[in-house]
């Protein structure tokens, strides 16, 4: 299966994707997540977190799975995770062209 | 709770200016309750250092049904921030008081693309403004062209029209710069420059109230002349209630006996039954220039079947369009004298109409002409001061014999 049709994913779209490879998650966790992970160097406004998932769900890469009250949990399907790999690719070969050039 | 209005002093596209506005008015204790282009509604409460938002929302992130809001609203309540109110159907304004609430955008270029949809829209409109405006300008172009401009200036709504175009014109640099404002704004996040949220605003902006009150003031004022001067004339008349001028009688222009023909009917007029026959009747019209217009029809019959009619147009106009009554008596004999073949009193032969035109009268604010086709149809048009008649007439006489009483009809 294709993964995205769209070009490389920014930062902030690859982290908020890769939060959801273990699990399902809300909002307000996916922040966190990315937060933690990048160590505070990625932060992610509710207005970016709401447009990359509305961006993500369009795309098929999301997929809303569960309404509690006002608590929303998202998973990532097939063709995300198909997207995000390629994403690893490409900047996996990004990192190899760079330490080659280095030496 | 007490409602507080004041005038919204920026466009709803100059979001950062509108946030500076908002936040300003918190802290004088008054809270956005409700948002008007032209006025907005607050509540009183106490000063409060707030932070206000404008985001463009999708079709999309419209509120669900049986009242729960939109996934986005929802998602922005779990990180402080509340919707306060919305501008029309694209824009959501969001306010918090939490001091450690995250900006809304961390990602400027993201964000960019919401308000290029918006951008998009509003360059759509503007054009459509233009286009629309191009339009009604071509349309009264055309009614100059084909000579009936006074006609229709004093017997239509073109002199509303004409008063919307300034209007139109005066908001045209405006939504330019407003559309120019937005177009920066998109410009400097597709850079990666997050917006500055505190901006200068205007203190008042009562032109756009002004324009709306006087736009809606036109719009009634085209209801009322399409649709309701129509019906304030009192409808048709016996012949005799027309006494606001001498009018040309079809019996003095045959000179002998005519029987009267026509549908019959009883009518209440002005609290009266009186019997109007449709062939032979009045009627008053009133017009947003010309208050005082009358029609005149007469029909009649010679034995056994030589029918005859004559129809008169008879117009008051103000005195201070005096100067057009010539124009318009020189348009009106002239559409006359242009209309097709298959109008009843014309030549049933294609192209066969030929008409000798006699000019008597015609200098200053007077003219006289009396026009013959040669199948006998004849036509008069008379002028003097602000009055104005049009004759119209198929039978064995002739108007250039009459000319006195025409020339009576507008004394």
């Not at chain 2, 159907?89 to 961390?106: K, Q, R, Y």
Request: with cysteine.
């Amino acid at each position: 299966m294709a993964g995205r049709e769209k070009g490389p994913l920014t930062e902030p779209m690859y982290y908020v994707l890769m939060s959801f490879l273990s699990r399902g998650m809300c909002g307000t966790e996916v922040t966190e997540f990315v937060e933690r992970k990048t160590a505070g160097r990625v932060r992610l406004g509710p207005g970016t977190l709401y447009t990359l998932l509305a961006k993500f769900q369009d795309e098929g890469l999301i997929a809303e799975t569960e309404v509690d009250g006002r608590k929303r949990t998202y998973q990532i399907t097939e063709k995300g995770r198909e997207a995000f790999r390629e994403e690893l690719d490409r900047l996996r070969a990004c990192v190899n062209n760079g330490e080659e050039a280095l030496g | 709770m007490k409602h507080i209005y004041r005038l919204t002093p920026v466009s709803m596209y100059d979001a950062q200016g509108l946030e500076s506005w908002l936040e300003d008015m918190a802290k004088r204790g008054l809270f956005l309750k409700k948002f008007g282009s032209i006025w907005c509604s607050f509540e009183k409460g106490p000063a409060q250092a707030l932070r206000y938002r404008v985001e463009p929302v999708r079709e999309q992130d419209s509120d669900e049904g049986w009242g729960r809001p939109s996934p986005m609203k929802e998602l922005y309540q779990d990180f402080g921030w509340s919707c306060t109110a919305n501008i029309g159907s694209s824009m959501l304004i969001f306010s918090t008081g939490d001091e450690n609430a995250p900006e809304l955008h961390t990602d400027p270029e993201l964000q960019s693309g919401l308000w290029k949809k918006l951008y998009r829209r509003a360059r759509w409109s503007f054009w459509f403004q233009i286009l629309l405006m191009t339009v009604v300008i071509a349309m009264l172009c055309i009614q100059l062209w084909t000579g009936n401009f006074v006609r229709s200036l004093i017997t239509s709504t073109t002199p509303i029209i004409l008063l919307y175009l300034p209007l139109i014109l005066f908001q045209i640099p405006d939504s330019w710069a407003e559309l120019q404002k937005l177009a920066l704004m998109v410009g400097q996040l597709e850079a990666g420059v997050p917006l500055n949220h505190r901006s200068f605003y205007p203190r008042r902006n009562r032109r756009e109230a002004v324009s709306l009150v006087l736009a809606v003031v036109l719009l009634l004022g085209l209801f009322a002349v399409q649709y309701i001067l129509p019906f304030t004339g009192g409808g048709i008349r016996p012949l005799s209630d027309q006494t606001a001028f001498p009018a040309l009688t079809l019996e003095g222009l045959e000179g002998q006996e005519l029987v009267e023909t026509g549908y019959t009917e009883e009518k209440y007029v002005d609290g009266e039954t009186v019997t109007v026959n449709y062939s032979n009747f009045s009627e008053q019209n009133h017009y947003l220039l010309c208050w005082n217009q009358w029609d005149v029809i007469q029909t009649g019959r010679i034995e056994p079947e030589d029918w005859h009619r004559l129809e008169i147009q008879w117009y008051d106009l103000p005195n201070w369009l005096s100067p057009l009554s010539v124009h318009l008596a020189r348009e009106l004999l002239s559409d006359t004298m242009g209309l097709k073949s298959n109008v009843w009193w014309t030549s049933p032969e294609e192209g066969g109409v030929v008409w000798t035109v006699n000019y008597y009268t015609h200098f200053n604010n007077r003219f006289l002409a009396v026009a013959r086709e040669d199948h006998g149809f004849q036509v008069a048009a008379v002028s003097r001061g602000n009055r104005v008649a049009l004759i119209k007439y198929t039978g064995n006489g002739s108007l250039a014999e009459h000319l006195e009483e025409i020339e009576k009809m507008v004394q």
